[in-house]
């Protein structure tokens, strides 16, 4: 046994009784001690791996001009990363001293970062950092490299643009939607929901858990952050989120958990994309892939009657004040989210002559990017009369620009669904209702929607992200 080794361990393990050996044995029962302090035990490993590397890289290698160590770190954004990158960090500040290298990954907006491209020199670029400390940002990864990541074999067609939609561009992600696709038997029949099979996969060698859940424990490691995340993600931004928790949790502290729940994403995601059409909202959860990871958990996760409170609080946040111009379609996006299909039909119709094309084509789109509803969950109808029916003189126009409006909502939902693939039966439905709206509707916006949608579609885009072209006329 090493007795420079034990000599630190002699010296550092003040508070254990014997010698060293049995200082060191009485280290390892107490690490082992389900329930106990944990935190100085891994501040006494770390800091024997330091005093490791210390005397590994000493003078004779250093007067050698033996290069230095080089440490791999991965996750530096979970706690346990940023307590073993900080002594590191403190150890490279002389900046006399040749230290350990240490690259560090970690999750976060690399957009805000140069790449490595971007740098000509890294040296001199190091050198000249008051840290110490180089950032670079990752490439994300792209659907060129996820079918590299898949390989040869036999896939289904929609495989990598499944993986794409919840990878949110992480090489990790993606490798673990890879491994789980590879655990699907080859024969299983396709399902109603592909993307279904992926996420609710279970490795076996994986510890057990769904390939959802290692997902969301790879970007957020604690449960409790997770599960308040999940219940935080239908927020469609940080002020609907303070509504949601204050009305769920009336006697916690609402600014505490949701600025806890902020510095937290910020730490883990990627660059913010905000909600199209608007004047720049951002959904609370503004990482895309993360979102919907974090949905999927909520939708399989939560009961009936629960999913049916969540959107009530978030929805009356949006209730329409009885005035003239057309229903919220934050409000709609609720409604949606609770089933009530018909209820949204009516509302959009009535505003089809209160907008622009432009403006209800971006209702449409954040109206049809709600949640789906879990399993088991019955809609309340609320049976009204349709204000678009009543403003048309002509009934015979009224119902055939009704049901366009039903079946664009039925169709871009369906297939605004993350779990779905893109679906040609469903994308003509799309394409069909809008050129009824372009006939009754002549404008330049509704043209370019009904040329461009259904292409759009094919690729995978989804609500809210169907581009939606200004135009002219009304």
């Keep these: 046994m090493n007795r420079g080794a034990l000599r630190w361990w002699d010296d550092h393990l003040r508070h254990e009784q014997g010698d060293a050996v049995q200082k060191l044995f009485g280290f390892v029962r107490d690490f082992r001690r389900p329930g106990g302090d944990r935190l100085p035990l891994e501040a006494s490993l770390i800091g024997a791996f330091l005093a490791d590397i210390t005397h590994h890289y000493g003078p004779l290698r250093r007067g050698n001009e033996v290069p230095p160590p080089l440490i791999l770190l991965d996750n530096t954004h979970a706690p346990l990363g940023a307590r073993l990158l900080g002594p590191l960090r403190r150890e ?50 792209e659907r060129g490299d996820i079918d590299r990541v898949l390989g040869t074999a036999d896939r289904p067609p929609y495989l990598p ?37 992926l996420l609710d996969a279970v ?17 957020l490691p604690e449960p409790a952050q997770r599960s308040r995340l999940a219940l935080l993600a239908s927020a469609l931004d940080a002020a609907a989120a303070r ?28 660059a913010p994309v905000s909600w199209p059409g608007t004047d720049g909202s951002v959904p609370f959860v503004a990482d895309p892939a993360l979102r919907l990871l974090l949905l999927h958990r909520l939708r399989t996760m939560t009961a009936p009657e629960g999913w049916r409170g969540i959107h009530l609080h978030l929805r009356s946040g949006y209730a329409p004040d009885g005035g003239a111009g057309p229903v919220p379609a934050a409000y709609l996006h609720h409604t949606l989210a609770l089933g009530r299909t018909d209820e949204v039909v009516r509302s959009l119709h009535d505003a089809l002559a209160r907008s622009t094309p432009a403006a209800w084509l971006a209702a449409v789109n954040i109206v049809c990017a709600a949640p789906h509803p879990p399993a088991g969950f019955e809609a309340v109808p609320v049976d009204e009369p349709c204000g678009g029916c009543r403003q048309d003189a002509s009934a015979t126009r009224s ?21 779905n693939a ?17 006939e009754h509707e002549p404008s330049d916006t509704f043209r370019q929607a009904l040329r461009h949608w259904s292409a759009r579609l094919r690729e995978g885009v989804q609500a809210p992200h169907l581009t939606v072209p200004e135009g002219t006329g009304r």
Excluded: K, N
């Excluded at 040749?98 to 140069?114: E, I, K, Q, T």
């Excluded at 119902?399 to 779990?419: I, K, N, T």
């Excluded at 893109?422 to 372009?438: F, G, H, K, W």
């Design 92 to 141: 490279g500040t002389d900046r006399d001293a040749m230290g350990p290298v240490v690259v560090a990954a970690r999750l976060g907006d690399a957009s805000a970062h140069r790449a490595l491209r971007q740098v000509g020199d890294p040296s001199a670029a190091l050198g000249q950092l008051a840290d110490g400390v180089l950032r670079l940002g990752l490439p994300t990864l």
């Design 161 to 197: 643009l499944l993986i794409d939609r919840f990878a949110g561009g992480r090489a990790g992600s993606a490798r673990t939607l890879a491994g789980a696709a590879d655990a699907l038997a080859p024969d299983r029949a396709p399902d109603a929901h592909p993307a279904a099979s």
């Design 203 to 219: 490795v076996a060698d994986d510890g057990g858990g769904s390939t959802a859940d290692r997902l969301l424990a790879a970007l």
């Design 243 to 270: 509504r949601l928790w204050s009305g769920l949790y009336p006697g916690d502290t609402l600014e505490g958990r949701v600025r806890e729940a902020l510095e937290l994403l910020e730490g883990v995601c990627g």
């Design 399 to 419: 119902e055939v620009v009704h049901r366009a409006v039903a079946r664009l909502v039925e169709a871009l939902w369906e297939q605004s669904d993350p779990l």
């Design 422 to 438: 893109p679906c040609p039966d469903r994308i003509d439905q799309v394409e069909s209702a809008l050129r009824t709206l372009y």
